[in-house]
């Protein structure tokens, strides 16, 4: 009998999130659009991201995460506002929000558009988070991808964070395609806040100054 061979692990590929190299795109995009799922650094921490429409890396991811997509869906990462309207319903106030916050350490709930299908959406608030990050590596990647990336925060099935490419790479080595390193990633979270209805609300306090919510 044939003892199979162990799944090799991720490399880990050193990257500049304010000056990415182009080589370093190049392959971190031949990964995503051939239904990889890969762990990259963002503007707070590091996160498990596969692209919009790759069933299968969110299967993976799920499973990775240990949680219900349905309950908890993946963040879409945006390159900028101009290509929100293709996935949510955002109203002018919140719009105006939007506007003072992103790019930066933010994740907003709204209002998922018509065209995005179920798997993608909180099952019952039809509700989707959206993060603008502010850097270079996630803006590169986003445009040359053409679609958004679905994002959970990098942490351990028992929910402690990740904060640095061996701490990925140890978790969950063998189960990703590639690990971008920029160091350690520390600090708070993003800031959570839900403009799905007539009020701005906080969902969660992070990394976010609240004072740039007022509109």
């Known amino acids: 009998m044939t003892t199979p061979k162990p799944l090799p692990s991720a490399p880990i590929v050193s990257v500049a999130p ?13 990964i995503l659009k051939s239904g990889g799922v890969i762990a990259l650094p963002t503007d707070t921490l590091y996160g498990i991201a596969c692209a919009f429409g790759n069933s ?37 106030s919140a719009f105006a929000v939007l506007r003072k916050i992103f790019p930066g350490p933010y994740c907003a709930e709204l209002v998922a558009s018509a065209d995005v299908p179920a798997p993608f959406v909180h099952e019952d608030r039809r509700t989707i988070g959206v993060r603008i990050p502010g850097t270079a590596l996630c803006e590169k990647l986003l445009w040359a991808l053409g679609k958004p990336l679905l994002t959970a925060t990098a942490k351990s099935r028992s929910g402690d964070i ?7 790479k140890r978790e969950y080595g063998k189960k990703l395609d590639l690990i971008l ?21 906080v969902l969660r306090e992070g990394r976010g100054p609240a004072n740039k919510l007022i509109a």
Do not use: K
Not at 18 to 30: G, H, I, K, Q, Y
């Open 18 to 30: 304010s000056e990415p190299a182009e080589e370093v795109l190049a392959r971190t995009l031949d």
């Open 56 to 92: 299968a890396g969110i299967g993976r991811i799920q499973t990775m995460r240990g949680f219900d997509i349905a309950a908890r869906p993946l963040t879409f990462l945006l390159p900028d506002l101009g290509e929100l309207p293709r996935y949510a319903v955002v109203s002018e």
């Open 162 to 168: 990740l904060n640095s490419a061996i701490e990925i």
């Open 181 to 201: 390193d920029a160091g350690t990633l520390s600090g708070p979270p993003s800031t959570v806040v839900s403009l799905a209805g007539d009020f701005v609300t």
